[in-house]
Nanobody, 121 residues
Framework: QVQLVESGGGLVQSGGSLRLSCVGSGRTLSPYGMGWFRQGPGKEREFVAGLSRTGGSPYYADSVKGRFTISRGNVRNMVYLQMNNLKPEDTAVYYC??????????????YGQGTQVTVSS
């Protein structure tokens, strides 16, 4: 069982930046592929960014490419999402997620409780 806790959300003006953090409670996140998802008002949850279990390049939704960066921390139970040049359409609850899929499309097994990001115009 992996428990994930997000932090770092808040209110920011358009063009601003935020860094979201995700901590794996009590265990390292190194064996897991990690991702960030978001759910905006009246919308379905959507994928934002991901890191595979085995390393390699991170991958992003087209809507955030060039603006968001996902990374693992030096501390093995941390994952981050750096968000730059934020836009009002980025307003959503952001969720950290983990999976142990070996091959093929990842199936995320664990989600955190979410952190709210609000971008004002």
């Amino acid at each position: 069982q992996v428990q994930l806790v997000e932090s770092g959300g808040g209110l920011v003006q358009s063009g601003g930046s935020l860094r979201l953090s995700c901590v794996g409670s009590g265990r390292t996140l190194s064996p897991y592929g990690m991702g960030w998802f978001r759910q905006g008002p009246g919308k379905e949850r959507e994928f934002v960014a991901g890191l595979s279990r085995t390393g390699g390049s991170p991958y992003y939704a087209d809507s955030v490419k060039g603006r968001f960066t996902i990374s693992r921390g030096n501390v093995r139970n941390m994952v981050y999402l750096q968000m730059n040049n934020l836009k009002p359409e980025d307003t959503a609850v952001y969720y950290c997620a983990a999976h142990s899929t070996v091959s093929g499309s990842p199936e995320y097994d664990y989600y955190g409780q979410g952190t709210q990001v609000t971008v004002s115009s």
